[in-house]
């Protein structure tokens, strides 16, 4: 036999050829559909106890909260500017204001009874004329002094007395036998201003307040001069029922009878239970465009008031009836407010 016609079988190979693509790919059934979405809004992540499955799903629930809330805000975009909707404004703290249950939202005949016969209707009936005394504590500083010569040319028929020994209760005694229907007095606590205390005479209330943030009239930028004239007064945001209660009692410190040609006023703005006082001048002015505006210039003086309490009666620490009186667990939330 030649070499010439040897024939050499072929090697049969033991594994099968596979092609490359068809490793990795699954099999295919008749009826397999899309696969839907997993909701990661509606997984109760408490139930799953493994720590790394659990710590995931957390992300990927913040991550579809994320993406929900800026769908939401391109809707009420695209609602806005096809004039669906109106533009929100942002929120304040007053807007976010605990619900009390003394608040006045409308006119109640029961508190306008009860006001026509409390102890500053002779004022809003315009039978009396506010007169009010000023006085300090005892042993007043040389720093007091400045601040109330500035109170004195702010309130009309304002009257400066030296306290000197008398006491506070001989001093309501007093004073109504000459006209006086207001005590105002200011005490300082090392050398600086920090409560101010309003008696109506003859029969009361008394309110105490904590003042802080007093300013004299030269501290204030671009301040103005006072003049005599009667100021207006503004009494803002006195929503509740000691709230109309303190307006009222600011409101018994002014005449009734505004000077418009001074152009002055006095603002009493609450806010959040901190009572305001500014003392402006105001001017209207014309522009070139035919446009009116109003210009504001600070007279001063300005300082912060906090109601601490109301007391039935003048002035009586040792057996004064109180009437309201802030507690130290009040104003635990910034949204509580009482006035």
């Known amino acids: 036999m030649g070499k010439e016609n040897l024939q050499i079988p072929k090697a049969v190979h033991a594994i099968p050829k596979v092609n490359k693509g068809s490793i990795h790919k699954t099999p295919k059934t008749k009826n397999a559909g899309p696969q839907k979405k997993r909701n990661y809004l509606k997984v109760d992540t408490s139930k799953i106890k493994n720590k790394m499955k659990r710590q995931d799903l957390v992300f990927k629930k913040l991550y579809e909260l994320k993406k929900m809330k800026k769908g939401l805000q391109k809707q009420r975009v695209k609602a806005v500017q ?25 006119e109640d005949a029961e508190i306008e009874n009860q006001e026509s016969i409390d102890e500053f209707a002779d004022y809003f009936k315009e039978t009396t004329t506010p007169k009010i005394l000023l006085t300090t504590s005892e042993n007043p500083s040389k720093y007091m002094y400045p601040f109330l010569k500035e109170i004195k040319t702010t309130f009309p028929n304002c009257f400066y007395w030296p306290r000197r020994n008398y006491t506070l209760q001989e001093i309501c005694k007093y004073a109504p036998s000459k006209g006086y229907t207001d005590v105002m007095v200011f005490r300082e606590n090392q050398k600086e201003i920090n409560q101010l205390i309003l008696i109506h005479l003859p029969k009361g209330p008394t309110a105490y307040f904590k003042v802080t943030t007093p300013k004299l009239n030269e501290e204030i930028h671009h301040h103005g001069n006072p003049t005599d004239h009667f100021p207006e007064l503004i009494l803002n945001n006195f929503n509740t029922v000691v709230g109309r209660r303190i307006a009222r009692f600011f409101a018994a410190l002014v005449p009734q009878q505004p000077e418009f040609k001074g152009r002055r006023v006095i603002t009493f703005h609450n806010q959040r239970d901190f009572i305001f006082f500014r003392h402006h001048r105001y001017e209207f002015d014309e522009n070139s465009k035919g446009k009116v505006n109003a210009n504001l210039q600070e007279i001063g003086p300005r300082m912060t008031l906090k109601l601490e309490k109301i007391q039935h009666g003048t002035f009586d620490n040792n057996f004064g009836e109180l009437e309201w009186a802030a507690k130290a667990d009040m104003y635990q939330s910034r949204k509580s407010a009482y006035l």
């Not at 007053?94 to 409308?106: L, P, S, V």
């Open 82 to 106: 096809e004039g669906k909707a109106e533009t929100l404004q942002p929120l304040t703290i007053d807007d976010k204001r605990e619900y009390d249950e003394t608040i006045i939202t409308e």
